[in-house]
């Protein structure tokens, strides 16, 4: 009998990126992801005012739906970001991508990272590890965000958090 995952990780595939070096791709391949053409649950979006875990709710809405991440081109997140903007986004408080791609970026997470970050902020860290163990890259990610992650993690104040961690960019980064 096969264990099942209490969390619930969608993505919404736009298909821009090379399917070789797409994470979502990846993921979806060990059925670590559920592909969706509709917002599951809370909603990682970058243009969301609301920080993940800033509402009450979001914690419960997690934990019975889930989380959706968007699986789109940064450079077009201006024409995919608007049309899922709705009462349950929520965007990342500040983290640097470790992917080879966006290596010490701040904001610029691929799919796998964004949803790691999820999972390490809602107290679901050995998924956020096992869900980032399928790439080479993948286990710098927390390494590079140690620091920021558990603060977020422990914080009852997301948003007085990410301040904290803006102002100690350089002490909270390993870059």
């Known amino acids: ?33 559920t592909f969706t053409s509709k917002p599951i649950g809370l909603v990682l979006n970058p243009f969301s005012d609301v920080l993940i875990k800033q509402m009450p709710e979001d914690e419960a809405i997690f934990a019975l739906k889930g989380i959706t991440a968007i699986d789109a081109s940064w450079k077009k997140r201006e024409e995919w970001g608007l049309k899922f903007l709705n009462r349950y986004s929520r965007r990342l408080p500040l ?13 610029m997470l691929s799919t796998v990272e964004a949803l790691a970050a999820v999972l390490y902020i809602m107290n679901q860290i050995e998924l956020a590890e096992t869900i ?21 993690r422990k914080a009852t104040d997301i948003v007085t958090a990410e301040k904290k961690v803006s102002e100690k960019y350089a002490e909270y980064f390993r870059i």
Do not use: S
């Open 1 to 33: 009998m096969q264990k099942q995952r209490k969390t619930k990780l969608f993505v919404i595939p736009f298909e821009e990126d090379d399917p070789k070096k797409c994470t979502a791709e990846k993921l979806k391949r060990f059925g670590m992801v």
């Open 95 to 107: 983290l640097i991508a470790a992917n080879p791609i966006n290596y010490a970026r701040p904001h």
């Open 132 to 152: 980032l163990a399928k790439f080479k890259w993948g286990p710098n990610f927390i390494k590079l965000n140690q620091r920021a992650l558990e603060t977020y």
